[in-house]
């Protein structure tokens, strides 16, 4: 597997607006993109931080992904993403060697990435993103 850096870390907000303020007043930083990705039940804003981006996401159905999660840890730290390359061949390789997918093939993310998620159960606990730019 080749992973070349951190692409984001991702964030789960109750409110974009509230934590784009925060970010932009507070800690100086710029929001360069606000994005829906409607299959995954999301609104994203991103920051970039050196060669690394944060990821704030607020959820747009209480039965999605980050609904959920903030409704049983509340908001915070969601997931790390690595950037790599040849994620299907790395997704392949990590199932392989036992590692439990969530995505077994990528899919759409925000920024035009493919993107796949592994089981944090298989990852200590961290939910890891895959991420690779689109072709």
Partial sequence: MKITHIEHIGIAVKSLETAISFYETKLGLKCYAVEEVFDQKVKTAFFQVGQTKVELLESTDPEGPIGKFIANKGEGVHHIAFATEGLQENLD???????????????????????????????????????????
């Fill in 93 to 135: 390789e990590l199932a392989e060697n036992g590692i439990r997918l969530i995505d077994k093939n990528p899919r759409k993310g925000a920024e035009g990435l493919q993107i796949a998620f592994l089981h944090p159960k298989d990852t200590l606990g961290v939910l890891i993103e895959l991420c690779e730019k689109s072709k």
